[in-house]
């Protein structure tokens, strides 16, 4: 967590005083938004935890179903 809250903090959140929780979920919002459209940073974040994601098996059919 502390991965993705380091770069909002630095970026959207830096110097920002909203007067409403609700801008202060917007900027935070904006800023995972903007994450994600990077294709490495999520990744990078998982990866500095030592974490992996391993896709789910498809299940074992036998040829008579």
Request: avoid cysteine; charged fraction near 20%.
């Amino acid at each position: 967590m502390e991965l993705l809250w380091s770069p909002l903090k630095k970026r959207e959140l830096a110097n920002f005083a909203g007067d409403h929780l609700a801008y202060v979920a917007d900027a935070t919002e904006q800023g995972i938004h903007r994450i994600n459209h990077n294709q490495h940073l999520p990744w990078s974040f998982l990866t500095h935890t030592g974490l992996t994601i391993h896709p789910p098996h498809a299940p074992n059919l036998r040829k008579d179903q």
